[in-house]
Every structure is written in structure tokens, then in C-alpha cells.
């Protein structure tokens, strides 16, 4: 596994960014990032804009040059489009990461490094990288603004791993398929609300056949999570209303939220 990357920024000018910056390499799991020559510091407004990324500000390392502040980097990849005499060095950022990146070796150090919010990289400032790359835009005249091209580039480094065939899935109950314990869970108290409201009424049908049904029903709706705790929260509260018939109705504005529902 390689190195994570170093995010470098030259003669930043806006504080603003410097926070935004911060909030996207943290949010990638980057622990600081450098600045060359800055035009701006670290104020305020840097750290409302970084959030939770202020924990990088300590770690913020400052040089007078490019140079300097590429020293113990092995690699450094230039974000411009501008492609000058090395038009042969120069590369869509996305075929980069695909074509260039994974053949480095494991222990090189890799830096990528971004112009100020005005003009960029001078061409001394490209003549001191690697590679350059760019990020494609519709627009001839489009620019992205610093914080958004670190945050795409962040993104294609570490969030989407060389290839492009697989991207980092954090875990999120709002996207998860739901266990397999909660549908047992979501079937036992469905089958209780049936047997309680004196399904089925047909002398051909047999509950527990309807239960497999109803098992295989839940298993092809791929429920995800929140879903299944939905369902299982308005069962519960059928189940209630069905064991205590004589229990006034609640008000619907005062009705429990029909996903709160326990753990399976």
C-alpha cells in the first residue's frame, strides 16, 4: 500500500480556502498538508470553514519554495492545464491515477501540488513536478475554485482506488441491505399480527405457508436498513393496538415515529 498522498498549496490568498482544504483532506484521512510562500494565514474564518478539520492546523508545515517543500517527495503531480514543453508529462487527472499512480513504487512519496486562486502554477512551479494533470471542465474558460480541485482530486486518489472499479463504501444504514436478522425479526412480529388479527380466513390457506411467503417476499425486496426498521416499528404498533382493542387510538400527530423500533 502506498504512502498517503501530501496536498501542497502555493501563495494560497484566501483564508477561507485553507479551512475548506482542511476539511476535505481530513475528510480523506490526511493528518496536515503544507504551504508554500502563503499570501493569507490561518484565521477565523479558516476554522469555521474547516469544521472538524481544525485538528490539521497544528500539523500545517510552512516553506519559503516549491522546492523546499518538495525535498522528501518522490513523485509530484502539478494540477494545472497549462501543459508547456513537457506536453508528454501532462495528463487527464483521472488517467493518472489510473495509468500512472499504481506503477510507483510502494514506498514513494507522492505530493500533489496547487496553484494560488488567481494564475495557478507558474511555469518554474511545473518545471519543479513530475507530472502535471488537470481536472476536465466543460467550459474553456472554467476554473474550479482550490478547495473543490483538492477535494476531486482527494477523492480520485483515496476515495475511488486506482482503476476506478471500486470506491470506498463508509458504512451508512441509510444504504445498507438489512440483516437477515431483522427480517426474522420483521417476520416474527408480522406472523404475531396475523395469528392476533386471525389471518388467514380461507380453510385452504395455511399460515405457516403464507409465512414462507412472506419470508421470500422480504428477502427479494433487497430492504435496506431504515426500511426494515420502518416496517417492523408500524407491525410493533399494530401488534399494540391488536392485544389492547379497547385502548383509544393516539392523535396522528402524537402517533410514535413508526421506525423507532428496538434492535432485532
Not at 517527495?73 to 483521472?94: M, N, Q, T
Not at 385452504?204 to 417476499?217: D, I, P, S
Request: hydrophobic content about 40%; overall charge neutral; proline content about 5%.
Amino acid at each position: 500500500m502506498q504512502k498517503p498522498p501530501i496536498v501542497i498549496l502555493v501563495e494560497t490568498m484566501g483564508s477561507a480556502n485553507l479551512g475548506a482544504v482542511a476539511r476535505s483532506a481530513a475528510a480523506f484521512g490526511l493528518t496536515g498538508f503544507r504551504l508554500v510562500a502563503p499570501q493569507c494565514e490561518i484565521t477565523d474564518e479558516s476554522r469555521m470553514w474547516a469544521t472538524y478539520g481544525q485538528e490539521l492546523f497544528p500539523n500545517v508545515q510552512t516553506y519559503e519554495t516549491l522546492q523546499d517543500a518538495l525535498k522528501d517527495v518522490d513523485v509530484a503531480v502539478a494540477l494545472s492545464r497549462r501543459e508547456g514543453r513537457y506536453r508528454h508529462r501532462h495528463h487527464k487527472l483521472a488517467s493518472l491515477q489510473s495509468q500512472i499512480v499504481p506503477g510507483l513504487d510502494e514506498n514513494s512519496q507522492l505530493a500533489y501540488v496547487f496553484g494560488n486562486e488567481r494564475s495557478g502554477l507558474s511555469r518554474r512551479d511545473l518545471e519543479f513536478c513530475h507530472y502535471s494533470a488537470e481536472i476536465p471542465v466543460r467550459s474553456e474558460k472554467g476554473s474550479l475554485n482550490l478547495a473543490h480541485a483538492v477535494a476531486i482530486v482527494l477523492y480520485e486518489a483515496l476515495g475511488r482506488p486506482a482503476g476506478g472499479d471500486q470506491i470506498i463504501q463508509p458504512k451508512n444504514e441509510h444504504e445498507e441491505r438489512a440483516s437477515s436478522d431483522w427480517l426474522e425479526h420483521l417476520l416474527r412480529e408480522s406472523r404475531t399480527a396475523l395469528v392476533q388479527a386471525g389471518y388467514p380466513t380461507h380453510p385452504r390457506t395455511n399460515l405457516e405457508q403464507e409465512m414462507v411467503k412472506l419470508g421470500r417476499l422480504l428477502q427479494h425486496s433487497k430492504l435496506e436498513t431504515w426500511e426494515a426498521r420502518m416496517l417492523l416499528g408500524m407491525v410493533k404498533q399494530v401488534n399494540k393496538s391488536l392485544s389492547s382493542p379497547r385502548a383509544k387510538p393516539l392523535a396522528a400527530d402524537t402517533s410514535p415515529v413508526a421506525g423507532d423500533a428496538s434492535d432485532p
